[in-house]
């Protein structure tokens, strides 16, 4: 039966048949490949992809008519790049809020929302700033950690592991004295910001962050890059 079943394949393929399964198979795989990397960060946009991100930000802000809407919009847009641990239910995990290229645009867009509001009038950002925006350089990203004193994240260190390679930013600024935290756990809370060349890491890869303090302390947890716009 198995062997009748080969020969038929076989005489299919030298009809042509084979051929064009094996494309359409090929047609498939590239279209899934696609979808895998449609969710991970761009790091090349279109001038036309870079408007859709503007209007996917502006379109919610103009829905928004209350402050506590506006502040759900606001929150939704930092769940939507966030990476580590969520706040809701861990308020002094450390995580990070990803700025990535479609970041800036639909922030951007919510800007957009609000001053059309407030000028009862259509504001649009311009090509040549639009442009700026997607020749950005680097991925930025703003860490939150807890501590025990206020001073806890000065001298902190960053890097990113993707398989063998690490990956230091190309810049770090210092972190901010620690806040009063509310939540349970260590008594402060701060946060710093490091910025990556998005050309020294793979954006659709799984990525280990590393938070290195002075004393050797090492904050580390996992991240899927895959799945941030």
């Known amino acids: 039966m198995r062997s009748g079943f080969i020969d038929v394949i076989v005489g299919r393929s030298r009809q042509g048949v084979g051929l064009h399964a094996f494309i359409v198979m090929g047609t498939v795989a590239m279209w899934t490949i696609a979808m895998d990397q449609a969710h991970a960060i761009d790091v090349k946009l279109t001038m036309e992809e870079a408007k859709k991100a503007l209007a996917a930000g502006r379109g919610p802000m103009e829905k928004a008519n209350t ?5 759900k919009v606001l929150l939704q847009a930092s769940v939507n790049t966030r990476i580590g641990a969520d706040p809701e239910k861990d308020s002094c995990g450390t995580s990070a809020i990803l700025r990535t290229k479609r970041f800036w645009l639909e922030s951007f867009g919510r800007k957009e929302a609000t001053e059309s509001k407030k000028q009862k009038q259509e504001i649009h950002m311009p090509d040549d700033k639009i442009q700026k925006y997607l020749d950005m350089p680097n991925l930025e990203m703003e860490v939150q950690l807890c501590g025990d004193d206020e001073y806890f994240a000065e001298g902190v260190q960053m890097a990113l592991q993707q398989g063998s390679k690490t990956i230091k930013p ?42 290195i303090f002075p004393d050797g302390k090492l904050s580390e947890f996992e991240a899927d890059f895959s799945k941030i716009k």
């Open 170 to 211: 190309v810049d770090l600024s210092p972190a901010e004295k620690g806040r009063k935290n509310e939540g349970q756990g260590p008594a402060y809370r701060s946060r710093f910001t490091a910025r990556f060349a998005y050309d020294s890491f793979d954006p659709n890869a799984k990525t280990k962050v590393m938070v």
């Open 67 to 71: 402050p506590e809407e506006v502040k």
